[in-house]
């Protein structure tokens, strides 16, 4: 209770501080609800002339800072600030138009238990315990180049209403066009570590002890590749065998070729001890092992 009152007085010095040093903006907390029902405390500063704004979040802050405002660390939020403004008005007017936004659709999986509340607001398709969500990926010469970061938001049943479309032709266009333009991709967790420091070497013995495979996409939201059945049916043709697949984060899985010595049990311990752990909590995308059949597909969650 003593932190969430000392984070409460940080967030309102910074209030404060901001609105010293931007006396003509209006300066706003705002509470962002992420995946998982993560909830994070941001400071808006607007500019009556400028359509979009930065949201600092001020966790990471008050972190590093050790919950103490210095007059230093007001001028670093001040030039983080300044680098996120896109500072000159933009058209957003094609936002309104569905086929001019249409080919900018992606989706991505979340937990769906985790997100129940959440997902009231937002066209959704259950993929066995988790959850198909529609966002859009703004133009990299429009806003993302500008603000030099990823700048997406998800699509919301108020957006549907806009666009005068039904959700099901929504999720399909999300869907085939994360498809089509997020090519997916297997690689060996050892060869991944090499290319990380090439001076890491193991022998094929120990390889082959535990073989491991990270898939994920080229896009954010890697942990989308769950969808790709045809890629995940090659890979266990390859390997001649079935796949237990670990949700490692929001952001790839891991792949497992099953082997009678590794209890599903065990990998669920694993996973549980990662999230809680090693994870942050919007990062997480499930606490269990799926398994796939190399006849059949995805058998019920183990």
Known sequence: MTEIIEFESFTEEVRKAMELKYPDNKVEIKRVTKNNGVIYTGVCIK?????????????????EMGGELTDAAVEKMCRVYE?????????????KDYEEIRKGLRCKLINYDSNRE?????PHRLFMDLAIVPYYAFKKDDITALINGEATFVVRISHLEMWNREADTVLEDAISNTFREEEASIVGIYEMLKKLNPAFSLTPDKEAEC????????????????????????????????VYIIPSSINEVILVPVDNNMEPSMINDMIREINRTQLDAVEVLSDHVYYFERSTGYKEAV
């Open 47 to 63: 500019d009556e002339n400028e359509l979009i704004y930065p949201t600092m979040y001020l966790e990471p802050f008050y972190e």
């Open 83 to 95: 680098s996120r403004r896109i500072g000159e008005p933009l058209s957003l007017n094609y936002l």
């Open 118 to 122: 959440f997902l009231e607001n937002v």
């Open 211 to 242: 073989p491991m495979y990270i898939m994920s996409t080229k896009g954010p939201n890697g942990a989308v590749s769950m969808m790709y059945k045809d890629k995940i049916s090659e890979f266990c043709d390859s390997m001649n065998c079935d």
